[in-house]
């Protein structure tokens, strides 16, 4: 039987860009069903993405990427899809990549879309990209396999990981992304990455020099460490270690 998959786009106060962003999931994944997840916005953002043809899922406060991801991912498991894949609202994430991450999963739990990896000129200032070089060797050592952009959002994943995500996905600061990883490994679940390439930020702006840096950095180490020693449900393949 053919895998259902699903985009899952969260989104707080894209409104300028979500639209677009299901029209182009539309066009490069077009058998996937779209479920935007509105983090609370305080914009058109649900109204943008449901004139585009989305699912929407409204939610009544703010939760983050992690919280919204994890409504995502229990939507899914509910719903009977058996792929999902993350795409940020913000137009960020280059979708005709969506079909290679797609692929990877015959191989794999888990498969980032990964800047710095051959296919992507995008920059960052020196010191973030060497935290970002940092967290990769620590993530790597980890998971027993060569990543060269952890911190990256644009993921997709399988059966067994979905049914992981949508019990024990965190919520915090940096555990979609770093701690989602740590959850993988101590599941048992393999994780790949694919090259991608990526657009600069439309809003916002990344943690740059080198005090930013450092804070960043010890946010993120702490949630690597939280990973480690917090107890998750896996599934009977995996063990918790």
Do not use: K
Not at 50 to 60: H, M, S, W
Not at 61 to 80: N, S
Not at 224 to 235: D, F, H, Q, T, Y
Request: proline fraction near 4%; glycine fraction near 10%.
């Amino acid at each position: 039987m053919a895998s259902r998959a699903l985009v899952v786009v969260p989104a707080l106060n894209e409104a300028p860009s979500v639209g677009a962003v299901v029209q182009s999931i539309r066009t490069d994944l077009p058998h996937a069903d779209t479920l935007v997840v509105d983090d609370h916005s305080s914009d058109e953002t649900a109204y943008e993405a449901r004139r585009a043809g989305a699912t929407v899922a409204q939610l009544p406060c703010t939760l983050g990427v992690g919280g919204a991801m994890r409504t995502g991912y229990r939507y899914a498991l509910e719903h009977g899809y058996d792929v999902v894949v993350q795409v940020d609202g913000d137009g960020q994430h280059d979708t005709r990549h969506l079909q290679e991450l797609v692929d990877g999963l015959a191989h794999a739990d888990v498969v980032i879309g990964a800047r710095f990896a051959g296919a992507d000129p995008y920059a960052v200032g020196r010191a973030r990209r060497g935290v970002m070089l940092l967290l990769a060797r620590v993530l790597s050592t980890l998971l027993g396999v060569r990543l060269t952009d952890v911190t990256s959002g644009y993921r997709a994943v399988g059966p067994r990981a979905l049914r992981v995500y949508a019990e024990n996905y965190p919520a915090e600061y940096l555990g979609d992304t770093l701690e989602a990883l740590v959850i993988a490994r101590r599941c048992g679940l393999q994780v790949v990455q694919v090259p991608v390439r990526m657009t600069a930020r439309e809003h916002g702006s990344p943690s740059q020099g080198l005090l930013r840096s450092a804070v960043y950095l010890g946010r993120a180490l702490a949630a690597i460490g939280l990973g480690m020693v917090r107890r998750w449900s896996c599934e009977p393949a995996g063990e918790v270690l």
